[in-house]
């Protein structure tokens, strides 16, 4: 990092330097300046209290606590001149939640891996301070800091001890100085606030409250309570957070004197997904909690959040929806688990769900690992079509030109660019979003042609095998049934009848086997899909997604040109900056509502021009492989009730070879004539009756 130090306002102490121009923000009570250390240039931050006092009890538990997830406390120095104290703690590079949350990109809250990553590293932050006993009593996104590291990860760091206080779980603390207004448990806001102390002490669990705001804010950019008049609605403020009915997360007050919409789920804007939002909604609400008593224990919260971590997310693709969806599965959890997930979130019940992963339909269950390039598809074995999503174009409020010669503009410029902002990256998602969207559905249609021909190359391989098997068998059979009747050989003859019926059943699979296997393999399917999509343009041609993303990125320049340029004295820069962030903004807007629009509703209807046949033919593998086993069953336990069969005449007939062998023998050896005329009696019979099995056997052979 190259630190920006003048001449002009240069401090110093024993070890660090710092510039009063490289201010990294202001506190209630102090001004945090940008320093480094003088022998090592390490850059650190400097917190400078106003009323020049060292704020003890910050300092005091800063000094005993060590954990990733808080700001780690360097030193204690006094500036060179005035003599006035500081503190030196370690530099995070990556900017306060709460401003990264005032930026239009976060507008309507994170994404989920960031989301995912401020509830881990803010949850061990605060259970390392509960193990230490200590409350922090200020949590919000303006005291949480986020670390850069060199592999583009984030750590998210508490900052900001001023208000905290060393309290068992039991301790109850009477107090004045508290945190900020929007984030303060109801208790603490009643007698640091409105200034009343009817009620008794407040606990530790002051803090859950605070962290249960934090989240809302985080998953959604705005704070969940808020009444019109802002901070000066003190006393409705009040009633807002303290009347509010169990499960209730937000409650908002949009005119002056007007209703408060309360709220139990996370607004439509944030860009969480549902399976998220399913798991972290019970997880604010029991936060979110005015009653000591009813509010969650310190252990429950890190419980659930231990929970919520450790969940896999399968990334799911609801084809007839055309919508990404996550799910959050436990470690332990099967895919009737996941089938049950995906019920929730879309009202498809298990039984009607056809999951294909890129290569079969989804089977047994293990679940397959997804991700969100390569996601499991979720079809429906009822609904063929899938319905064209609808897309409302973000609003936004236009720079008005009349004002460019206004010297009082920089306000409501400030709040146009901002809700320009908010809407330019909301329209870049939307296009993005709908470009993956484009590419998972030819990717579906890739795989599912794919996995048609390979399945039906390998049925009718198998099939065509089964028919010949069949033929042996039959042929082996016949063998044995005329060795039968030539000899006076009993046995548990097999039922002939039962195996033509499965002659014929073999070959009724085997035919519509075949007759799919030329329609997918031998004409390849994927022609009808080409002719059907000729004329459509591949998102990989038309790349509107990078068109947005450029587009955003210029818009972002503007916007920061809009935030440096100084209007009186780089008016000319200040204006074209405006005009440009419109201009964009038309582009995005034309992109979103024109381009894409087009593209995407041309494609769902040829897919559904296309799927339905697919859909019939998918079923079919299903049924055919589950008929084909069961052939494949009742021709192997025919086999197998042959096999005595054969077993036992080959016996019979090996018997009557060594008779006659015997028989043989004793003639040669016998000496009395009558006894000889008797022998050679049976060998005669044996031998005629050796010579017809023989003959007879031969003649089948
Ligand atoms: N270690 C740090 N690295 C980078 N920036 C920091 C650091 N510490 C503080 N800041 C910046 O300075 C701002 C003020 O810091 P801090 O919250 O400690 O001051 P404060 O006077 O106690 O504020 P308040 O009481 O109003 O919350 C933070 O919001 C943050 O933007």
């Not at 870049?428 to 996995?451: G, P, T």
């Not at 405006?578 to 494609?603: A, F, N, Y």
């Amino acid at each position: 990092m190259i630190l920006k130090i003048t001449k002009m306002a240069f401090n110093k102490s024993e070890n660090y330097v710092w510039s009063a121009r490289n201010v990294l923000g202001t506190g209630a009570t102090s001004v945090v300046y940008l320093g480094t250390n003088k022998l090592t240039g390490d850059p650190v931050a400097v917190k400078r209290f106003k009323n020049n006092q060292l704020p003890l009890r910050e300092f005091q538990i800063l000094r005993k606590i060590e954990h990733k997830n808080v700001v780690k406390l360097l030193t204690i120095e006094y500036e060179t001149l005035e003599n006035f104290p500081v503190l030196i703690t370690e530099f995070c590079n990556g900017n306060s939640l709460a401003g990264i949350l005032q930026s239009p990109k976060y507008a309507c809250g994170l994404g989920e891996q960031d989301f995912l990553s401020v509830l881990s590293d803010l949850t061990a932050g605060i259970k390392y301070l509960r193990e230490n006993q200590i409350a922090h009593r200020d949590v919000k996104p303006g005291n949480i800091m986020r670390c850069l590291k060199d592999d583009g990860t984030a750590v998210y760091k508490l900052i900001d001890f001023g208000t905290a206080r060393q309290l068992k779980e039991e301790d109850q603390f009477e107090t004045l100085d508290c945190g900020t207004f929007e984030y303060v448990h109801p208790a603490l806001y009643k007698r640091a606030i409105l200034g009343e102390f009817d009620t008794g002490g407040c606990r530790p669990a002051v803090d859950l409250w605070s962290i249960g705001v934090t989240l809302y804010q985080v998953a959604t950019g705005r704070i969940p309570f808020n009444p019109f008049g802002g901070r000066g609605a003190k006393t409705l403020m009040y009633k807002i957070i303290t009347e509010k009915a169990d499960g209730v997360i937000s409650g908002v007050q949009n005119t002056p004197n007007g209703p408060i919409i309360y709220n139990s789920t996370l607004p439509e804007s944030c860009q969480l997904s549902n399976g998220l939002q399913k798991i972290v909604t019970p997880l604010i609400a029991g936060l979110l909690e005015p009653d000591f008593a009813k509010i969650w224990s310190f252990e429950t919260f890190f419980y659930e959040v231990d929970e919520i971590l450790s969940r896999k997310v399968v990334n799911i693709f609801y084809v007839q929806n055309v919508s990404l969806i996550n799910a959050y599965l436990k470690p332990n959890e099967t895919l009737t688990d996941l089938r049950k997930l995906l019920y929730d979130q879309t009202e498809l019940s298990p039984e009607k769900q056809m999951l294909f992963s890129r290569s079969a339909i989804v089977t047994g269950v293990d679940v397959p690992s997804t991700t969100k390039k390569d996601p499991m598809y979720l079809l429906s074995r009822v609904d063929t079509a899938i319905i064209t999503p609808q897309i409302t174009c973000p609003q936004w409020n236009g720079f008005d030109s009349k004002t460019d010669m206004d010297r009082n503009v920089h306000k409501p410029d400030f709040h146009k660019a901002m809700s320009s902002g908010t809407a330019g990256y909301q329209m870049e998602r939307l296009i993005v979003k709908h470009c993956q969207q484009e590419k998972l559905i030819y990717k579906l249609i890739n795989h599912l042609s794919n996995f048609m021909n390979r399945t039906f190359e390998t049925l009718d391989y198998r099939a065509q095998h089964l028919r010949d098997k069949c033929k042996l068998l039959s042929f082996t059979a016949d063998f044995i049934k005329h060795c039968l009747e030539v000899t006076n050989y009993s046995t548990t003859t097999t039922s002939r009848k039962d195996f033509q019926r499965i002659l014929s059943e073999s070959d009724r699979i085997s035919q519509t086997i075949a007759k799919l296997h030329d329609k997918y393999v031998i004409n390849n399917s994927n022609k009808e899909w080409n002719r059907i999509s000729a004329n459509l343009k591949l998102p990989t041609t038309t790349r509107l997604d990078t068109r947005a993303n450029v587009l955003r990125e210029q818009f972002q320049q503007n916007l920061d040109c809009l935030k440096k340029f100084d209007y009186f004295n780089a008016h000319t820069e200040y204006i074209i900056a405006k005009r440009q962030i419109e201009q964009i903004l038309q582009k995005l807007k034309h992109i979103l509502m024109s381009e894409v629009m087009t593209e995407h509703g041309l494609l769902c209807e040829r897919f559904n021009e296309w799927y339905p046949s697919m859909q019939v033919d998918l079923l079919k593998i299903e049924i055919l492989t589950n008929d084909f086993d069961e052939i494949r069953r009742e021709v192997q336990k025919f086999e197998h009730a042959l096999e005595p069969d054969q077993q036992h005449y080959k016996e019979y007939v090996n018997d009557l070879k060594i008779r006659g062998q015997q028989t043989y023998n004793l003639m040669s050896r016998r000496k009395n004539l009558n006894e000889l005329l008797k022998e050679n009696q049976k060998i005669l019979t044996d031998w005629n009756e050796l010579l017809g099995i023989f003959k007879n056997t031969v003649a089948i052979t």
